[in-house]
């Protein structure tokens, strides 16, 4: 697994076991010395409190580990396009260019949808209320413009795009990776530095929208 505690974060955590110990334990005890079982009600506390830290990191990189298992690209159909429209953000121009799109639709700066192609030599831009490709390349989770990854647990998100056929409504494929940051204790002295992440290791032959969308052979 995916374990991502160092020297720093270690310390750190033994900081707080003591400090657990001496503040916590140690009084508690004290307050119940007159009771026989007194340890038998401290020493679960003190066992929570003291393998916190350790099963916080266990719990991030098994859940990890898991959720690694569903990355990377499935492709449940492949079809030819003429073009399709790309919600990504990634534009049209290059896809056109590279792989011999006929057209290629993307958002405009206008809040409307612009319809490329390249005609005789030019491009030619024709502004659309709405996308008339039939498949939209798009994240699956973006509840505001600048936010794509979805949080699905304790310092774990999931990015995921889709290729949607919106005449049927069907995820025709997808492109699933997933994140985790750091524990609580590695991210107190790391703050100032920015929050690790790490991704999944997965190196899929060949990503979206490709893998699901071939341009039609002219």
Known sequence: MNYQIGIVGAGIIAVYSALVLLLIVWPLGKLLKRFRWRWAAVGPVAFVLLAAPWAEEYWIARNFELACKDAGVHVYKKVEVEGFYDDTGNGGYELIKQYGYHFMEHKGMQGNVEHIEFVDGQWKVTPLDRPAARYHYKFAYQPT??????????????LEMVV?????GEAIARETDYRRTINVAEGSWRLF???AKTYCDVRPPEHLPNAALKPVAH
């Open 145 to 158: 413009p600048y936010k794509t990854e979805e949080r699905i647990g304790w310092k774990m998100e999931k």
């Open 164 to 168: 949607i056929d919106s005449e049927t």
């Open 193 to 195: 530095w920015g929050l």
